[in-house]
């Protein structure tokens, strides 16, 4: 089984819009339609995670600016809100002596860290999602259009009680 | 009757079959960057369908277009005794249809209104109720049923300037641009909307764009109490992007314009009971906002004496 300080995250590049907003930085991921800001910890670990650190050398570089925690916790915490918001490019499908491949390892290791939330994830809606709602018995279409009103839902063409 | 010229993409079979009925006669509008063409097959709708256009459509000679809404009116057959429905269809596909005259105005006004959303290049459309004040702009993201309306309504009558009900307009230089219409009430029991004209209440409309102040990411919710807490630059940019209209289609856009938005704008969060009795708050907030350390020192106020309630 790899150590956790041979794994080398690297953070996504394609198929990502990124804005850096002072010391955070929002992601919006072209492909899920999710936007995800990191605050200022997070931002940090995402842009050293260069598929050339190691996560002890991520570590240690943040070492002297871990405020709550180690900073290994902070890199830890923070990789697995990347995980979750698909944000780290494939890690290389190793497979260790137990069967494990080094995704699942570094699943498991960041799962046993403090899971202080760093990033926020959103999941962008379509306009047909946010534009004003359809009344009781309005005409719907499922797949475009105005939705239907809280209670309600669309059913043989018509907005019906749910 | 103009001949409307559309992107090759939409050139499909249906587009075509519908371009091959009998259009009596159409106009083209131009709004936000965006240029749509109506034809209907009944010249006697065109009046009612002018009247419904949103006050930035401006007619134009345009052939070329972004998209085509095509009103077809129905009605009875005296030889064949059948009904046949009224539809609207945007571009290649039925977008409304129904035998009430009014539900296809409405179909047509919100086609109109999210294709304008969806559409516009020079501005980023965010679903959201706007008003200003002291020459900026207050703005409440939020979908459906979270009670932007009552909130615009109730600031109007506290002195605040109308911009819109239903969409913040953003341009790049970070302002948001009037999108006005009667405030939209759902005062029946069905859920459906009641018009109420701003200068029924006495308000008035603002003219020009205004710089964001403040964005306010609340929700009415029964017994809610008000604890605005103060949101990072990215959890604010995250509340307008989960509105924005056109966030999917153009995210690069979009972001880059509420980023310019934002430079100059504060963030807060905070559920919230009857609008009127947060109005008084939301205009203060905005009051001591040119003073940032006043301003976190309010939100942290209403925060800490929350706490103090064992909140």
């Known amino acids: 089984m790899p150590m956790p300080s041979e794994i080398r995250p690297k953070a996504r590049t394609a198929r990502i819009v990124v804005r850096e907003l002072g010391s955070e930085v929002l992601i919006y991921d072209l492909d899920s339609h999710d936007a995800t800001c990191l605050n200022a910890a997070a931002s940090k670990v995402w842009k050293l995670c260069d598929g050339k650190r190691t996560i002890g050398e991520i570590s240690a570089e943040l070492e002297n600016e871990a405020c709550g925690g180690s900073a290994e916790e902070n890199v830890l915490t923070a990789l697995e809100n990347f995980i979750q918001a698909n944000l780290l490019e494939e890690v290389p499908e190793i497979e260790t002596s137990d069967g494990e491949n080094r995704r699942d390892v570094l699943r498991g290791i960041v799962a046993s860290a403090t899971a202080i939330p760093l990033a926020t994830t959103i999941s962008v809606p379509a306009m047909a999602q946010i534009a004003s709602c359809l009344g009781r018995r309005e ?24 | 009757m103009p001949r409307f010229s559309l992107s090759a993409k939409w050139h ?21 960057g965006v240029r749509i063409g109506v034809r ?12 419904s256009l949103p006050a930035s459509c401006e007619l134009c000679e345009a052939e070329a277009v972004d998209t085509v809404l095509s009103v077809v009116l129905g009605g009875r057959d005296k030889k064949t005794r059948t009904r046949r429905y009224h539809l609207v269809y945007h571009n290649h596909s039925v977008f409304s249809r129904s035998h009430r005259l009014e539900e296809i105005i409405d179909g047509f006004k919100s086609c109109l209104a999210m294709n304008l959303a969806t559409l516009a290049r020079r501005r980023v459309f965010i679903h959201a109720g706007a008003v200003g004040w002291q020459g900026k702009a207050i703005v409440f993201p939020g979908k459906s049923y979270s009670g932007k309306s009552t909130l615009v309504l109730e600031l109007i009558k506290a002195g605040a300037s109308y911009l819109s009900d239903e969409f913040a307009v953003l341009d ?13 009430l759902r005062k029946t029991a069905n859920g459906k909307q009641m018009d109420v004209s701003i200068s029924s209440i006495g ?8 710089t964001l102040g403040l964005v306010v990411d609340t929700q009415f919710q029964p017994n809610a109490l008000w604890l605005p807490r103060m949101l990072s630059p990215g959890e604010g940019l995250l509340s307008l992007l989960a509105n924005c209209a056109a966030a999917r289609y153009a995210p690069e856009r979009c972001l880059r314009a509420m980023e310019r938005a934002s430079q100059n704008a504060q ?23 040119t003073e940032t350390d006043e301003f976190a020192g309010v939100v942290q106020g209403s925060a800490e004496s929350a706490h103090s309630l064992g909140l």
């Open chain 1, 139 to 162: 005409r719907c279409r499922r797949f475009f259009g105005p939705e239907c009103c809280p209670g309600l839902e669309c059913r043989r063409r018509r907005c019906r009680p749910e």
């Open chain 2, 12 to 32: 499909t079979p249906c587009y075509e079959k519908l371009s091959a009925l009998e259009w009596t006669s159409g106009f083209s509008i131009a709004s936000h």
């Open chain 2, 40 to 51: 209907t097959s009944d010249p006697s709708i065109v009046p009612i369908l002018k009247d």
């Open chain 2, 172 to 184: 790049f230089k970070g302002r948001v641009h009037p999108y006005p219409k009667p405030i939209s």
């Open chain 2, 203 to 210: 308000g008035t409309t603002a003219d020009a764009p205004l």
């Open chain 2, 267 to 289: 963030f807060i969060a905070s559920p919230r009971e009857e609008a009127a009795s947060v109005v008084p708050e939301i205009l203060d907030l905005l009051r001591t906002e």
